[in-house]
């Protein structure tokens, strides 16, 4: 539980960057950046749609996403009314390389989207917690906008890496997008270096199989003891 007295983080002064903000949620946080709109619209001019994709899972989606009960729960936790500007201590970029490099952290990957003038991430939960999973969805962290530009997950690797992908089942961003995203992100986050690469290659793996590889280590770890 992370108490709401100890939330200091920062915001980038800079003329593309505006203020930062966050809500917290218990265990997990939800960071909103401002971003300049001519900005996002040098690299990514066209809007995407939720659940665009005709099929049956994606209207399954769409109707429990658009649902009353979901709706209220949602937006009654990620109100902007909640949003705590930070303080500007330190840059955007030395934010996402403190969360991202975090030891405590190691592995964690964050949902993000991009709109016409924000940007909003999400660590994604390590496990089926319902209530946060919601929260960490696309469609949440987007507030439902009509100016999605790209969503997806951003990560730091074994390598002391820096990547992004498009994984997004909501709005299924191409992956011709991605290396927009990527001259968007060295504008924002210079020193990074992110690295884009298509979600087909850089899924992580489930729950469940990374339930079954720790249960596997240990197993051979206490055979061999």
Known sequence: MVDNDTQ??????????GKLSSIILDDY????????????????QDKL??????????????NVFHSKPIKHHCDSRLNNNNLK?????????ELLLNLLKNENKKNSRYNFVITGNYLSFMEIPHRHEISYYLLSKHISLSDRSNDVRFAGE??????????????SGTYTPSNDLIQ???????QLTPQL????????????PSIKSRFITKTKAK???TSTS
């Open 29 to 44: 946080t939800l960071y909103k950046c401002e971003i300049n709109n001519d900005l996002i619209n040098n690299y990514l």
């Open 154 to 167: 951003f990560w730091c690797d074994e390598k002391n890496l820096f990547k992004l992908n498009n994984n």
């Open 85 to 93: 500007e930070l303080s500007n201590s330190i840059t955007f970029e």
């Open 219 to 221: 197993l051979s770890i």
């Open 8 to 17: 200091i983080v920062e915001s980038n002064s800079s003329s593309s960057i």
């Open 180 to 186: 927009q995203t990527i001259q968007l992100f060295n």
């Open 49 to 62: 749609l939720p659940f665009e994709n005709v099929s049956w899972k994606n209207s399954i989606k769409n």
């Open 193 to 204: 270096h992110f690295q884009g690469l298509p979600y087909q290659i850089s899924l992580r």
